[in-house]
């Protein structure tokens, strides 16, 4: 059993589009006792987005002001707009002891690895190719030529994850109760120094 003293565990969970990560971390979020952390963003909102709940949505000088500032534990650009996780709710939450779960791509990953190598990195893998396009296609929010971009830019990343060290596991999500089932078990497993 982990002391109460111990700092708390970073879980990234990582995956390309349409693998169902943010299913996932609701899920996390519910069953375990862990802090959610919100990304800043400089994507315009979509319908659903609640900011500071979804994202922080912010324009881009904001942004690189923030990141001028060292305000943020990772950055990266994807899809033409800027992602980052604001570093101290993250460390704060860390250092009192409490759990961190960040849902970030592969290039925040890799810099969360470097500057955190006790971290937990997972990455969620789709059962295969014509299962992650059908998932894309199926949100039915993006057009033809954004489903084609994402779909090969998923590729991309599943082959540099496969090909990096980076990452503690990689979970297939195929079912999505044996999926979040599997991180529980992990993310025990990390709690408990077994992995």
């Known amino acids: 059993m982990a002391e109460a003293t111990?700092?708390?565990?970073?879980?990234?969970?990582?995956?390309?589009?349409?693998?169902?990560?943010?299913?996932?971390?609701?899920?996390?979020?519910?069953?375990?006792?862990?802090?959610?952390?919100?990304?800043?963003?400089?994507?315009?909102?979509?319908?659903?987005?609640?900011?500071?709940?979804?994202?922080?949505?912010?324009?881009?000088?904001?942004?690189?002001?923030?990141?001028?500032?060292?305000?943020?534990?990772?950055?990266?650009?994807?899809?033409?707009?800027?992602?980052?996780?604001?570093?101290?709710?993250?460390?704060?939450?860390?250092?009192?002891?409490?759990?961190?779960?960040?849902?970030?791509?592969?290039q925040g990953a890799l810099q969360v690895r470097f500057a955190y190598p006790a971290a937990l990195l997972i990455f969620v893998l789709p059962p295969d190719e014509p299962t992650l396009l059908q998932r894309l296609t199926g949100r039915a929010r993006d057009s033809a030529d954004d489903i084609a971009k994402r779909f090969r830019e998923a590729k991309r990343e599943i082959r540099m994850a496969k090909g990096s060290r980076a990452f503690d596991n990689m979970v297939i999500n195929d079912n999505l109760d044996d999926a979040v089932n599997r991180i529980v078990q992990l993310i025990n497993q990390k709690r408990t120094g077994e992995i």
Do not use: M, W
């Open 6 to 106: 111990q700092k708390g565990v970073l879980i990234v969970l990582c995956g390309p589009s349409g693998v169902g990560k943010s299913t996932i971390s609701r899920q996390l979020a519910a069953k375990l006792k862990v802090s959610y952390i919100v990304s800043a963003t400089t994507r315009p909102r979509k319908a659903g987005d609640e900011n500071g709940k979804t994202y922080d949505h912010i324009d881009r000088e904001e942004f690189f002001h923030r990141l001028e500032q060292d305000q943020f534990l990772e950055y990266a650009q994807v899809y033409d707009h800027y992602y980052g996780t604001p570093r101290h709710p993250a460390v704060d939450q860390l250092a009192a002891g409490r759990d961190v779960l960040l849902e970030i791509d592969v």
